[in-house]
DNA sequence: GGGTTGATGTTC
DNA sequence: AACATCAACCCG
């Protein structure tokens, strides 16, 4: 009754990153005294994805190259938000998962106070959001969250719920844009952008 | 409600 | 120069 599910292993890293990112949806991330149920992610392939890091930053290739499955590659966006993704190889496709909103669980307090915001689904409904809510930064570029090797208060644990998972397109970039590579727990109040409302990027 | 715009830093 | 974002601001 009492039993909490195992962390995660790098084994479940080491499959194809559409299937350990579709997997990823209901999964507990646990960081740092703070968790938060997965509702929504985003696969992003080393091997012909133009939208994927790797295709234009040498740094990304090295980084899939050198780190383990389940190491997290964070880094900034439009010089503002700290995003967090998980490395996934050595299965089918290699690439990265993009953690795109979680139903917060533990650590609301904490969370609350560095959002600057109260309700809860403004915690941690987008990318950038979970970043700050969770205090990811630069710092934490090339963490392990699998096990063995992860952080004592840090790592993945499969959730309680079984939650009904659908795809959709990835939010926010212009290439690659009609790949349906983002997965969400479906009609879920706390994903970042609803299923079939993602805006078309548009161009200067 | 919906659409538009500016902030900000790292990478190339 | 581009960019896997967000919130403030306008308009209605």
Known sequence: MNSRTPWLERDFFTRDVLAVARDLIGV???WQGCSGRIVETE???VQGDLACHTASRPSAREFVEKQPPG??????????????NLLVKGGGRDGLVLIRALEPLQ???QMRARRQRQKLTDLCSGPGKLGLALGIQGQHHGMPMASPGRPPRCGLRQGSEVLPVVSDVRVGIRQAA??????LARDHPHV????????PVGRA
Not at 178 to 183: G, H, K, L, T
Not at 192 to 199: A, E, R, T, Y
Request: glycine letters at 8%; zero cysteines.
């Open 28 to 30: 507990e991330l646990h």
């Open 43 to 45: 696969a992003y392939a």
């Open 71 to 84: 190491a997290a590659y964070v880094y900034l966006n439009y010089g503002v938000h700290w995003l967090f």
């Open 107 to 109: 650590g609301i307090e």
């Open 178 to 183: 009609d790949f349906p590579w983002r997965f």
């Open 192 to 199: 970042s952008v609803p299923l079939g409302k993602v805006p």
